[in-house]
C-alpha cells in the first residue's frame, strides 16, 4: 500500500489571536519594525495577497478542497508566523500560545483524518516553552512551530535545554519556521526579506543547533525545517571546512556538520527541481518531506508536481511524498 501524501507546511490565520494582542503595548513597534525590515512595496502586496487566500486560510471546507484539486491526503497545519508575537510580556505571550493551540486544535478537528496540527511556543520567555508544548500536546497535536531566534536569544541559548529536552522526550514536532530577519532595512526592497531572508535565518538557526552541541545532546530531536533548510544544506561544505580548519568551530560539536543533516528532517519547498535532488542527496531520502506552504504565493500550489519534476527514485518519490511523514507521526 502506497502511503498517504502529507503535506507538512501548511498554515491557518487566527483572528483570535489578532484580536487578544490588539492594542497591546509592544505591537505598535512590533509592525514598524517589520514594515522597514520588508519595505512599503512588500506590505502593498501583502494584503491583498491574504485576502485572496483568506478562506482557504481560516475555512476547513475551502481548505480540503483545496487539498483534494492538489492530490494531498493530510496537511500539518501550523499558525501563520505572524502569530509568534515574540514581542509579548509573559501574561500576554502565555494568552497568545495557549489561544493558538486551542483555536488551531479546534481547526484541525474539523476534519481530523485529513488536518494534523501545531501548536506555539514563546520563544521569548524560554520558561514557557515546555508549558507551551505541553499544553500543544494535550490539545492532541503533534508539537509546535518556532521562529529561527528570539529578540536577544539564539536557538543554542542553554536557557532553552528544557524545551529541547521535553521535545526529545515525547517525540514532539518542532517545526522551524521563520519570521522576518535580522538583516533589516538592507533587505527592505523587491521583497528580499523573503526571498534571501528566510534562507538566511534557516541557516543561521541551524548552524546554531549543529555547532552549540544541541543535536549531540538531543539526538531524539525530531526537527522539521521549512524551505528545505535555506541556505545550509546545498552549502554544508562551507562548515564542515571551518570545523577541521578552526578550533573555534569545532569546539561545540563533536562531529563534522554535514552528518547532522541526517538528525533533521527538511520540507521540499525550495522551488527548484535540482536544489530539490541536492537536498535529497545531501540529507538522505529519508528526511525530506512534502511541503508546500499552504496558501501563500511564497508556495507552491501544486507540491506533488514539484517533487516529481525532481525525477527522484521511485522509492525516494514515494518516502518524501508521504512515507517519511508517516514514519514522522508515529510515536516512537
Known sequence: MTPPTVDVHAHVLLHEVEALVEGLPGLVDARALDARRNGPA???????????????????????????????????????????????????????????????????????????????????????????????????????????????RELSDPAYEPFWSRAEDTGAIVFLHPFGCTLDERLDHWYLSNTVGQPTENAVALSHLIFSGVLDRHPGLKIV???????????????????????????????????????????????????????????????????????FDMGTEDPVGALRAAHLSDADFHAVRGGNAAALFRKD
Open 42 to 152: 512588500a506590505l502593498a502586496v501583502n494584503g491583498p495577497m491574504i485576502s485572496e487566500r483568506l478562506l482557504r486560510l481560516t475555512d476547513v471546507a475551502a481548505r480540503l478542497a483545496a487539498m483534494d484539486a492538489q492530490g494531498v491526503d493530510v496537511q500539518l497545519v501550523s499558525p501563520s508566523p505572524s502569530h509568534y508575537h515574540y514581542w509579548a510580556d509573559e501574561e500576554t505571550a502565555e494568552k497568545v500560545y495557549r489561544l493558538a493551540n486551542e483555536a488551531t486544535a479546534a481547526h484541525c478537528s474539523l476534519a481530523p483524518d485529513r488536518l494534523r496540527g501545531l501548536g506555539l511556543a514563546p520563544l521569548q520567555h524560554p520558561e514557557q516553552a515546555v508549558g507551551a508544548l505541553q499544553h500543544a500536546l494535550e490539545q492532541g497535536m503533534l508539537g509546535v512551530e518556532i521562529s529561527s531566534h528570539a529578540p536577544g
Open 225 to 295: 525545517v521549512a524551505h528545505g533548510g535555506g541556505y545550509l544544506p546545498t552549502h554544508i561544505g562551507r562548515s564542515d571546512h571551518a570545523w577541521s580548519a578552526r578550533s573555534d568551530a569545532r569546539a561545540g560539536c563533536a562531529h563534522p556538520p554535514s552528518s547532522y543533516l541526517g538528525r533533521l528532517y527538511f520540507d521540499s519547498l525550495v522551488h527548484d527541481p535540482y536544489v530539490l535532488r541536492e537536498l535529497v542527496r545531501a540529507a538522505g531520502a529519508d528526511r525530506v518531506l512534502l511541503g508546500s506552504d499552504f496558501p
